[in-house]
């Protein structure tokens, strides 16, 4: 590969995700992974392993957005049956982020408790397995603002950094950079999409050659979750 | 490359982006491409190729603000002399997508007049130099509602579509999705910054991997840009 590329492999053959799966030796079993390898994990199978998952009237189109309600700190806008809310974790996003597809009949899928807290487990299990160090990302899918579609987001991350703050970092001139902290977490959750969406069924995926400047302490909680005291959105 | 992987490449080399440079000239000198690969180039290039420079007073703290409120077509909030706006593409970002970094002092960039034309420039030039049919994805870097840091977006696309509709495809259970319109090229978009951000001075990189069934015609105007009356928050 030539200096500076980045690949982004998928790791199928993961069996059903059952409550408490041991999804690092799972993964560690289905892919050979690297030192700085980032390892990006679909909410739903996090949620599953985590034993997530209650019950839903299939039959009661209302029983999403109730549940969804029970999830939130914060209703911020309501169509129909859909509410977008604040969670206790401090995302925006869609019924809370809950989730009926890929999961049984009956049956939906809530958001991991701490997804840092998730994606540090499965980084530990990964490291005590393979012996190499990788950043661990959980990923969901989130609509935004002012733009059509759905992307793929970080909800939690191990052994990256939120955010990358290149302020005081020089431009290409020399001048000083204001005000770039790119959300790097945010930019790999959603690349790692882009090899899982071809198939589905791939809900890992490995991206290979981040920037190791990026490697080290983070979380999304700490770093990417804007508090509502500083967001002029809320 | 295992099957369903994807690769991002920098592309290096590039010289210095003057007025009516020829973008599609400059990318075929400096990268093999073939078909499929979706060429991603970042909006200030296009910005310096297109002539979109005008001069601003870099005495002048407010200067930046003016100007992006001429930009604009309206105003959404405003902290000290940041201003978040909705550009008369539809876009809604902060100053107008103005940008004072890696342009000469006293220099501002504006956004290109109609970034998917620009996009289809590109692509057109490419598919005559080399005769690849090759995507062409402008991005730029902005920032989001909810969460902290930014991200680079795509702002016009060309032989990619823009989202790509998975309603009524079914789920790894065999049931019906609802509403997954993924917007591949904001994630494209991001995960080629991926690589951009590592070196300073790399401002085009090349994608390649990306599902065929997202190829074909698109646009970020038409499919990406959420028009006002069906926006829960404008």
């Known amino acids: 590969m030539p200096p500076g590329s980045l690949t982004i492999l998928p790791v199928p053959g993961l069996p059903e995700i059952e409550r408490a799966a041991d999804l690092a030796a799972m993964i560690a079993e289905a892919v050979e992974l690297f030192d700085d390898d980032v390892v990006v994990v679909t909410q739903k199978v996090v949620s599953k392993a985590e034993g997530r998952m209650v019950e839903i009237d299939p039959g009661d189109p209302a029983a999403k957005r109730r549940l969804a309600e029970s999830e939130a700190v914060r209703v911020l806008r309501r169509r129909g049956d859909l ?5 206790r974790h401090g995302y925006v996003c869609a019924n809370s982020g809950i989730d009926l597809s890929n999961v049984a009949e009956g049956r939906a899928a809530l958001l991991p408790e701490d997804p840092d807290r998730s994606a540090r487990r499965i980084r530990d299990g990964l490291r005590a397995r393979t012996g190499r160090r990788v950043a661990v990302i959980v990923s969901d899918t989130f609509g935004r603002a002012w733009r059509r579609g759905v992307v793929d987001v970080a909800i939690g991350c191990a052994g990256i950094r939120g955010i990358v703050d290149l ?14 902290e790119m959300c790097l977490v945010d ?3 959603g690349a790692a999409e882009l090899v899982m969406g071809k198939a589905s069924g ?10 190791p400047a990026a490697l080290g302490d983070g979380s999304v909680a700490g770093e990417v979750v804007r508090p509502c005291s500083e967001d002029l959105f809320r």
Do not use: H, K, Y
């Open 83 to 87: 509410v977008i809310t604040e969670t």
């Open 167 to 180: 302020r005081g970092s020089l431009d290409a001139l020399g001048r000083q950079l204001v005000a770039t």
């Open 187 to 189: 930019e790999i959750a």
């Open 202 to 211: 791939v809900p890992v995926a490995v991206v290979r050659g981040v920037d």
